[in-house]
């Protein structure tokens, strides 16, 4: 008969991260971290009235237009080239009402998006906004990057942000088991995010299968298709998440939020 293990000092010290510790804190609601989403734009009315509805006021939405035809951002005007965008910020501002929301709109009225446009946007992200997290909800389809210089373009891109203490979250494929979805198969560094159905939002599950390491809560509150489990609603719950805890230790640095959400699972999510 085998003899139970002795816990460990680093058990002892890893049990105390726990989602009532650390997610429930009232001081844990994304307070003072900024956080990019890299879509398809939002559309701030719907979201600041959303946040009213909720007691939740939320910071002014600022953000840009990013387009392969212009050689620098254009202005933000508030709206959405497509509901996509709108779905992913509002389930970060349910998740964690106080961050500093911008929305990077990388698709524009054609619904698609450009490897330079992508990675336009996250360097603007990092430079001038200043993100602490970064959202990409999107996939860059593997026959885009056959050319080796633009994969290393993005690859480049993913992994400056990771140096500059950025964390990215990027979605996982959906349905394509065949196709690698870009930048999600850089992971790490960024962290890669399947779809999963919990019955709270703020559990998540590390579950290491090929390049993906976490799975979230795969629906949104609002918009069309938000009820249809994908990982772009997942996404947005884990980097919701890690800007409640990133309120409660700004300095933490990615590899410091990847092992802490690993231990909070561990702990028994």
């Given at each position: 008969?085998?003899?139970?293990?002795?816990?460990?000092?680093?058990?002892?010290?890893?049990?105390?991260?726990?989602?009532?510790?650390?997610?429930?804190?009232?001081?844990?609601?994304?307070?003072?971290?900024?956080?990019?989403?890299?879509?398809?734009?939002?559309?701030?009315?719907?979201?600041?009235?959303?946040?009213?509805?909720?007691?939740?006021?939320?910071?002014?939405?600022?953000?840009?237009?990013?387009?392969?035809?212009?050689?620098?951002?254009?202005?933000?005007?508030?709206?959405?080239?497509?509901?996509?965008?709108?779905?992913?910020?509002?389930?970060?501002?349910?998740?964690?009402?106080?961050?500093?929301?911008?929305?990077?709109?990388?698709?524009?009225?054609?619904?698609?998006?450009?490897?330079?446009?992508?990675?336009?946007?996250?360097?603007?992200?990092?430079?001038?906004?200043?993100?602490?997290?970064?959202?990409?909800?999107?996939?860059?389809?593997?026959?885009?990057?056959?050319?080796?210089?633009?994969?290393?373009?993005?690859?480049?891109?993913?992994?400056?942000?990771?140096?500059?203490?950025?964390?990215?979250?990027?979605?996982?494929?959906?349905?394509?088991?065949?196709?690698?979805?870009?930048?999600?198969?850089?992971?790490?560094?960024?962290?890669?995010?399947?779809?999963?159905?919990?019955?709270?939002?703020?559990?998540?599950?590390?579950?290491?299968?090929?390049?993906?390491?976490?799975?979230?809560?795969?629906?949104?509150?609002?918009?069309?298709?938000?009820?249809?489990?994908?990982?772009?609603?997942?996404?947005?719950?884990?980097?919701?998440?890690?800007a409640r805890i990133l309120s409660l230790k700004p300095d933490?640095?990615?590899?410091?939020?990847?092992?802490?959400?690993?231990?909070?699972?561990?702990?028994?999510?």
């Amino acid at each position: 008969m085998s003899t139970p293990t002795e816990p460990t000092v680093f058990d002892e010290i890893f049990a105390k991260l726990t989602p009532d510790r650390l997610l429930h804190d009232p001081r844990a609601t994304g307070e003072g971290v900024a956080v990019a989403v890299l879509d398809s734009g939002v559309e701030r009315a719907v979201l600041e009235e959303r946040a009213k509805g909720r007691g939740q006021p939320v910071y002014p939405i600022e953000g840009a237009l990013f387009r392969p035809s212009a050689p620098a951002p254009l202005p933000y005007d508030g709206h959405q080239s497509s509901p996509h965008g709108t779905t992913v910020a509002d389930i970060i501002l349910t998740v964690a009402p106080r961050v500093k929301l911008y929305s990077a709109d990388v698709f524009g009225p054609q619904g698609t998006c450009e490897v330079e446009t992508v990675v336009a946007a996250l360097r603007h992200a990092i430079d001038v906004w200043q993100v602490k997290v970064v959202n990409l909800s999107l996939g860059v389809p593997e026959h885009k990057l056959q050319q080796a210089p633009r994969r290393l373009l993005l690859q480049r891109a993913v992994e400056e942000a990771y140096f500059r203490d950025v964390l990215v979250f990027a979605a996982a494929h959906n349905e394509h088991p065949l196709t690698r979805s870009y930048p999600a198969a850089f992971a790490p560094p960024l962290i890669s995010v399947d779809k999963a159905l919990f019955d709270d939002p703020l559990r998540f599950a590390y579950v290491l299968k090929d390049q993906v390491e976490f799975q979230a809560h795969s629906r949104g509150y609002l918009g069309p298709f938000a009820r249809e489990p994908a990982t772009s609603w997942a996404t947005p719950h884990l980097a919701g998440i890690a800007a409640r805890i990133l309120s409660l230790k700004p300095d933490l640095k990615p590899f410091e939020i990847k092992t802490i959400l690993y231990w909070m699972f561990r702990a028994g999510m």
